[in-house]
């Protein structure tokens, strides 16, 4: 069954640099998201992302943060310059289309560990 | 704002009882709601989507119910086994509200032999 992959599983960084976590959305799905969690608290939406522009975003995903999707397959999110605030699991997510089937599905996480 | 709320935020029930796990909101405007399970430290499996026309969807043990005007959902999990313990979540998208969702606090389930 076709599945959200998402690299590194875990990543630990220094405050002030920056990351970039990558996520390989299910192959024929059209709408791309990255969601955050920080450790006890809800999951919480940052950006959707459509047709090769961001179609909304929280009020989290300032100007440290970008998405991209650099070729047919990856989506990624960029955080320029990280806080420690920003330690969190970044999940990515991805679903079918616009219309009124629109499940979403997660991939893995990435556990992002600012020092 | 749309605020979703989950109770009980945990519960432990012995292996082979049926269980009711109960989601709020408080925008009835919603065009759909997911459910989710989520393992500790791993990701997001969703369970079920049902659209705001719907009144419930079925999969397998799992009932999800939908009421909009009363601004609540239910899932009900029958015959609960031990590798049903994991943390549930509920989400709901907003009509004209795009495509995020709004996540609950969730509901930490332990099913015990």
Request: proline share 4%; net charge negative; charged share 20%.
């Amino acid at each position: 069954e076709p599945e959200v992959t998402q690299t590194p599983s875990h990543q630990v960084t220094q405050m002030g640099q920056e990351v970039i976590l990558r996520c390989v959305p299910i192959s024929n799905h059209l709408y791309f998201y990255w969601y955050r969690q920080i450790l006890g608290q809800k999951v919480e939406f940052l950006v959707s992302f459509y047709n090769n522009e961001i179609s909304e975003k929280s009020e989290i995903f300032d100007d440290q943060f970008s998405v991209e999707r650099p070729d047919g397959s990856n989506f990624t999110l960029k955080i320029r310059s990280t806080k420690l605030e920003d330690s969190a699991m970044y999940f990515c997510a991805s679903s079918p289309q616009t219309s009124s089937y629109n499940e979403q599905f997660f991939g893995p996480g990435t556990r992002l560990t600012v020092l | 704002k749309q605020e979703v709320t989950q109770i009980p935020a945990a519960l432990s029930v012995p292996e082979g009882e049926n269980l009711v796990l109960n989601c709020s909101f408080t925008d009835s405007a919603i065009y759909n709601l997911q459910w989710f399970r989520q393992d500790p430290g791993k990701g997001l499996t969703s369970l079920l989507l049902i659209q705001s026309s719907q009144r419930e969807q079925t999969s397998g043990r799992l009932n999800a119910s939908l009421d909009k005007s009363s601004g609540r959902s239910t899932l009900y999990i029958a015959a609960s086994q031990p590798g049903d313990s994991a943390t549930y979540l509920c989400a709901v998208r907003l009509t004209g509200g795009g495509n995020k969702l709004t996540f609950g606090t969730g509901t930490q389930l332990k099913v015990e032999l």
